[in-house]
């Protein structure tokens, strides 16, 4: 059963579970923001199409289905226009792009790629959801090419592909949800560096090719290999500017702590690149401040959000990623904290009474423990089920501007090594 403003998605994602006649039953839209005697009349309403679909034959086999082109294997040849003008409104007529030009991938720029990773074309990374389109090495490296990747950003781009493939990370979800859930790249180790991987100055932002081409090619796999296209499968309400690329470094040079992937347990000299589906960039500022104490209070401020879903999802180990400023952090450590430090006062500070929370936000898709079900609305509730739910890593430059991210609800942060 979905709302009418769903009926194409839902269509396609039962073709890519190879169930084409599968019965949807449409009521209207939105059904979210319905009194529950709306939503039980609506339903009552619906009850004898579900019954009359669930007691029906099942579809006589040889039946006609629709074609599911997002699971064929192989990548296709295609010949385009050799103007650059010419050849991207080809391919946004295809609906290949995400609305920015693309570079041809011809297949000497796809088999320089496919070099620099020493993958065989046909190998597979993987099956992309909604529409469970197969990902091979030569689909990776031609999306790559499209997304601007050079052969040196190749490697840091495909364990950024391999990471949104992985279970955890909810590429199904973050691929459909109205919630708006974007892929966020962050990349540790030397072969960030070596690749110009800008963690400094301007880190979430534009002006460096490596992290432009990096997080665009996971977007465009999603889109062109997943079926993530926004009006059909992808339904964010509003989603945001970093859905064409968003991709750091981890400014580990101006770090006084451990960098990321250390604190995971990889080593040092070793490249990794993590992904995160955040929902969303919230900036904090505390020009202010001297002790580290009141900046990560200035910082739990911010956190005490009423409207902030990570409050919500407490039963699906909702994380938030937070990026603290080089000047903020090395304030904040030279009064004593650690990063474990930081997680336990951020966990202790950031968090609301639940009488603010119930009834509101997203209070009936909640996932709470018990604990708090049965606390009285005066309990403070964390945005976060533990400290370790809490990601602290540095980036930016000079200023005193940090940053949280919440994540999509159900999704986690997920760790690739890089084979450079």
């Known amino acids: 059963m979905l709302t009418e403003a769903f009926a194409e998605a839902g269509r396609l994602r039962a073709e890519a579970l190879g169930m084409p006649h599968h019965a949807v039953i449409l009521v209207p839209h939105p059904m979210a923001s319905r009194p529950a ?9 619906a009850f004898p199409q579900i019954l009359a679909a669930l007691t029906a034959p099942a579809p006589r086999p040889g039946a006609p289905a629709t074609a599911t082109p997002g699971r064929a294997l192989g990548a296709s040849r295609v010949e385009f226009p050799a103007d650059i003008g010419d050849l991207n409104d080809a391919v946004e007529n295809r609906g290949w792009s995400d609305g920015l030009p693309v570079i041809p991938p011809t297949e000497d720029r796809v088999g320089r790629l496919l070099d620099a990773v020493r993958l065989a074309p046909s190998a597979v ?9 197969t990902v091979t090495a030569e ?95 992808k339904k964010s309400t509003q989603a945001f500017p970093a859905e064409y690329s968003f991709c750091t470094a981890e400014a580990e040079a101006e770090s006084p702590w451990e960098p990321l992937h250390v604190e995971l347990g990889y080593r040092p000299e070793q490249s990794t690149v993590s992904l995160a589906g955040v929902r969303s960039f919230h900036q904090v500022t505390d020009h202010t401040s001297e002790r580290g104490e009141e900046i990560l209070e200035t ?26 400023c080089p000047e903020h952090a090395q304030k904040i450590a030279g009064a004593g904290y650690t990063k474990e430090a930081i997680k336990r006062f951020l966990f202790e500070r950031a968090r609301l009474p639940k009488g603010v929370l119930v009834g509101r936000g997203n209070y009936g898709e909640r996932t709470w423990p018990s604990w708090i079900e049965e606390a009285s609305d005066d309990a ?27 994540f999509w609800s159900a999704t986690r942060l997920v760790t690739e090594l890089v084979e450079a």
Do not use: D
């Open 37 to 45: 005697e709306e939503v039980e009349a609506v339903a009552r309403a």
């Open 125 to 133: 990374l993987g099956v992309m959801p909604p529409r469970n389109g």
């Open 139 to 233: 689909k990776f490296a031609a999306n790559a090419v499209m997304a601007g990747a050079a052969p040196l950003h190749a490697p840091l781009a495909l364990a950024a592909v391999r990471a949104g493939l992985r279970e955890e990370f909810n590429p199904a979800g973050i691929g459909v949800t109205t919630g708006g859930g974007t892929p966020l790249v962050i990349i540790n180790g030397p072969e960030g560096r070596r690749a110009n991987v800008n963690g400094g100055t301007s880190c979430f932002g534009s002006g460096y090719r490596a992290n432009a081409a990096i997080g665009r090619t996971v977007r465009l796999v999603m889109r062109n290999l997943g079926g993530a296209i926004p009006g059909e499968m």
């Open 299 to 324: 910082l739990a401020g911010s956190l005490r959000a009423v409207g902030a879903v990570s409050y919500y999802y407490q039963g699906r180990q909702g994380q938030v990623l937070v990026a603290l």
């Open 380 to 406: 403070l509730i964390p945005i976060v089920g533990e400290p370790g739910h809490l990601i602290v890593i540095v980036a930016g430059g000079s200023g005193r501007h940090s940053s949280w991210l919440p």
